[in-house]
């Protein structure tokens, strides 16, 4: 899946298990073969798996960037700070299912690098990241408050106030305008997001 802003994800559901290739892996099951190279070479380099499946040879080469941490000292402690709250017990129920280490430090990495006023959004999602890895695993994390990375309005509707509100893990299949019986063939992870209170 792949998530974007204003909490939109979009699935792509793929019957050719082991038949793809390139920068996503091979869909194999195997994550140790992800960093196969066009060569067919399985490598650990970042740079060296990126740079294989350029394009044109013209294009130029991924160059290694420097930890946003390092350029941004002053960011640091900050993005530290804020993203200890996945290693915290807002997240615990979580910590068993999926080890928080990765996501955490990503968490930090991104918080670091966005530094130009989009600083809150980069650090939400990073949590956000974790919080949807969670819901994957059957544990619905519901961490977002008036005044830590809100959904802006939902906490102050009254359920029978309007139609849509959030929900931080949503049902594994709903009605939709390409699903209108409501019945999945395939069970996808509930997602986070503002839901119709007649699909709740």
Known sequence: AAAWKKWQTCF??????????GLCGNYDG????DFTTRSQSVVSDVLEFG?????????????????PC????YRKSWAQKQCSII???????????????????????????????????????AVAAYAQACSEFGVCISWRTPSFCPMFCDYYNDE???EWHYKPCGAPC???????????????????????????
């Open 30 to 33: 195997n994550g140790m073969n």
């Open 70 to 73: 390092f350029k941004n000292p």
């Open 160 to 162: 029978r106030e309007c």
């Open 87 to 125: 290693n915290s017990k807002a997240f615990a129920a979580c910590h068993s299912q999926v080890e928080p280490t990765r996501y955490y430090e990503a968490c930090v990495t991104d918080s670091c690098a966005c530094d130009t006023g989009g600083d809150c959004e980069c650090f939400c999602t």
């Open 174 to 200: 709903m009605k939709t305008c390409r699903n209108p019986s409501g019945r999945c063939h395939y069970q996808l992870p509930g997602l986070e997001g503002k839901k119709s209170s007649s699909a709740l």
């Open 51 to 67: 740079n294989s499946w350029k394009v044109s040879p013209t294009c130029p080469e991924a160059k290694c960037t420097k930890d």
């Open 12 to 21: 792509h559901c793929f019957f050719v298990q082991g038949q793809v290739c």
